[in-house]
């Protein structure tokens, strides 16, 4: 089992940054991609960002690119999302995902809202 909690989410004005952070626990060893997938009222959910736990070989949606950087640390437990030049459009809930290839893991998701 892999647990997932997500942090870093809230209410930012448009242009603006947010960093999100996913600490991963438990059976981590098996987790083969982590990255970001956001859900916003109304619409189905759609992945953001994926990162390779080994390698550390990225993945974006064509809308974040070169707005969002995903990363993780060393230890290779933490996953991160850096979040530059908001847009309203932006606004979702946002889910860490661990894929073992073949089991997906959740997190709670975090809030993201981009309002002025």
């Known amino acids: 089992q892999v647990q997932l909690v997500e942090s870093g989410g809230g209410l930012v004005q448009p242009g603006g940054s947010l960093r999100l952070s996913c600490a991963a626990s438990?059976?981590?060893?098996?987790?083969?991609?982590m990255g970001w997938y956001r859900q916003a009222p109304g619409k189905e959910r759609e992945l953001v960002a994926t990162?390779?736990?080994?390698?550390?070989?990225?993945n974006y949606a064509v809308s974040v690119k070169g707005r969002f950087t995903i990363s993780r640390d060393n230890a290779g437990n933490t996953v991160h999302l850096q979040m530059n030049s908001l847009k309203p459009e932006d606004t979702a809930v946002y889910h860490c995902?661990?894929?073992?290839?073949?089991?997906?893991?959740w997190g709670q998701g975090t809030q993201v809202t981009v309002s002025s």
């Open positions: 990162i390779t736990t080994k390698g550390g070989l990225t």
């Open positions: 995902n661990g894929n073992t290839g073949l089991v997906a893991y």
């Open positions: 438990g059976s981590i060893f098996s987790i083969k991609v």
